[in-house]
């Protein structure tokens, strides 16, 4: 089955810097790859997702990267703003299939103001 | 994309008790997910259930601890029997459509 790696486990930046997290995943099979942005006591919320026929997308301050050689994608946040803090997950799945959605460990990103 | 109503959105139960929890779509969707998030841990899949068949159990979780229902494409219940304080958690559901997943909006759930 699928395995999802995802690290930092915990990233602090000073606001206004850039957060890069990053994702491998295992099967070649995957071809779809969301974001996740979980507020405490909160669902996850979808916040970018990506499919592998897509190197990259971007929507205002987040973008997300695929490279499906290297089975690695990552999240790209600019300007953070304090509201940015919260636990991110990626995940990957094969959309196609209707498969289940494989969660990496989370980041924990802190914007310092 | 479809919208999900999940109940409750938080409960506290006695150990020992069992807790239902539902998940009402509003489309017909073919599979339904229910994921477990224990506490300031990630997202794990319990089971996927689709409608007329036995739910498909991850690895860790069996039947008789949380039993699951699927009696038509719109809705779901997830069961968790006999619990102690290691089932605290969120619990969720998710479908999948054609452009992604729908998550509900979770079951905080806590034994004491």
């Known amino acids: 089955g699928e395995n999802v790696e995802q690290h930092p486990s915990t990233l602090s930046v000073q606001e206004g810097d850039s957060a890069v997290i990053k994702c491998t995943y295992s099967?070649?099979?995957?071809?779809?790859f969301p974001w996740y942005k979980q507020e405490l006591g909160k669902g996850p919320q979808l916040i970018i997702d990506?499919?592998?026929?897509?190197g990259e997308k971007k929507d205002q301050r987040i973008a997300v990267t695929l490279n499906k050689t290297a089975k690695h994608f990552s999240l790209h946040i600019t300007e953070t703003q304090p509201e940015d803090s919260a636990v991110y997950f990626c995940?990957?799945?094969?959309?196609?299939?209707?498969?289940?959605?494989?969660f990496g460990g989370g980041t924990r990103l802190m914007v310092k103001p | 994309s479809a919208v999900i109503s999940q109940k409750p959105s938080r409960d506290i139960c006695q150990r020992g008790t069992s807790l239902t929890i539902q998940c009402q779509v509003d489309?017909?969707?073919?599979?339904m997910f229910w994921y477990r998030q224990q506490p300031g841990q990630s997202l794990t899949l319990i089971a996927t259930a689709n409608q007329g068949s036995e739910a498909t159990y991850e690895s860790g979780f069996v039947i008789d601890k949380f039993p699951i229902s699927r009696p038509n494409l719109t809705f779901s219940t997830l069961t968790v029997s006999n619990m102690s304080p290691e089932d605290s958690s969120i619990y969720l559901c998710?479908?999948?459509?054609?452009?992604?997943?729908?998550f509900g909006s979770g079951t905080r759930l806590t034994v004491v």
């Open positions: 099967d070649s099979a995957s071809n779809y």
């Open positions: 995940a990957a799945s094969d959309l196609n299939a209707g498969n289940m959605l494989t």
């Open positions: 998710s479908v999948v459509e054609g452009n992604g997943y729908t």
């Open positions: 990506i499919r592998s026929n897509v």
């Open positions: 489309s017909q969707v073919t599979m």
